[in-house]
Nanobody, 123 residues
Framework: QLHLVESGGGLVQPGGSLKLSCAASGPTLEHHSIGWFRQAPGKEREEVSCISVSAGSTSYADSVKGRFTISRDNAKKMAYLQMNNLGPDDTGVYYC????????????????WGQGTQVNVSS
């Protein structure tokens, strides 16, 4: 089982950027795809992005395509979410999660979750 800890959230003005980090502790990250999720106030949690074990495959929600970039460093047991051109609709709690799966699949089970990091986009 992985223990995940997110960091990097904060308050940013519209049009600004943030880079979220997800630190994993456990034997290895090399059996897990990693996902980033967010939950806005009053809304359901949504998947923002996913990256496969080798980083050869990534996916993004339509709302963040072209603005967000997911990456990972298996040796450091880290995953990242670079967020550019942020807007108020990007406000929410961002979570990283891990699934015991090489590829990102829409039906996969996310077994490990971090505690979340708050992102606020406001002027």
């Amino acid at each position: 089982q992985l223990h995940l800890v997110e960091s990097g959230g904060g308050l940013v003005q519209p049009g600004g950027s943030l880079k979220l980090s997800c630190a994993a502790s456990g034997p290895t990250l090399e059996h897990h795809s990693i996902g980033w999720f967010r939950q806005a106030p009053g809304k359901e949690r949504e998947e923002v992005s996913c990256i496969s074990v080798s980083a050869g495959s990534t996916s993004y929600a339509d709302s963040v395509k072209g603005r967000f970039t997911i990456s990972r460093d298996n040796a450091k047991k880290m995953a990242y979410l670079q967020m550019n051109n942020l807007g108020p609709d990007d406000t929410g709690v961002y979570y990283c999660a891990a699934a015991l799966s090489y590829w990102c699949r829409s039906d996969q089970y996310w077994g490990d979750w971090g505690q979340g990091t708050q992102v606020n986009v406001s002027s």
